[in-house]
């Protein structure tokens, strides 16, 4: 990826840590939860690639209705007359 742009500098910390610069995180859409892939081929070169985890990953599927009235929970249903499952107590 070759760019006219100066390069970023970041320093490793001595527990072996280095932060991204904000401008590289917002031009490759780095967020948090999200991981990197370091590799180094047979030259000796690095390469690293982001690998997406974000967060509400199940964002995009529509709910599976389980009968009744929607105030159950996969945690209830069945049990609605047993004194132990109750809100009441």
Known sequence: ????????ETKVSDRGMVTIPASLRRRLDIEA???????IDEEG?????VVKQRY???DDFEP???????SETHDLAGHEDDPTFSENN
């Open 45 to 49: 070169d690095l390469s690293v690639e």
């Open 33 to 39: 939860g999200d991981k990197l892939r370091w590799d």
């Open 64 to 70: 599976v209705p389980m009968g009744g009235a929607g």
């Open 1 to 8: 990826m070759a760019t006219e742009e100066a390069p970023e």
């Open 56 to 58: 509400g990953a199940f």
